[in-house]
């Protein structure tokens, strides 16, 4: 749109200096930036992301010691709390 704005200006150095540049099209796959190859993939992921409904796993070390059936509560309770476990159960 800027361009099309300069090129129907009257001043004749913009109008000739933009006459120059070819109009934008869209451009195949292979012929496209890495940063915007990149910016695709991740409008692409959101969209996918946004259509999608989110799960996720929380895994809660039970002890420093990695025995069986050994729980520390106060340690369990503050991995609850600083995963927001809690808050979103309430």
Same mark, same amino acid.
Not at 14 to 20: I, L, R
Not at 60 to 89: A, G, W, Y
């Given at each position: ?15 000739? +200096? ?15 930036? +890495? ?11 959101? +969209? ?43």
């Amino acid at each position: 749109e800027l361009l099309l704005l300069f090129r129907r200006s009257e001043n004749l150095i913009v109008k000739s +200096a933009c006459e120059a540049i070819p109009p934008l099209t869209k451009a195949a796959p292979s012929q496209l930036l +890495a940063s915007s190859k990149f910016q695709l993939s991740i409008d692409e992921l959101v +969209a996918c992301l946004g259509s999608s409904q989110a799960h996720f796993v929380r895994c809660i070390k039970p002890n420093n010691t990695k025995q069986p059936s050994e729980f520390d509560d106060h340690m369990v309770l503050r991995q609850l709390h600083c995963l927001s476990v809690l808050e979103t159960l309430s």
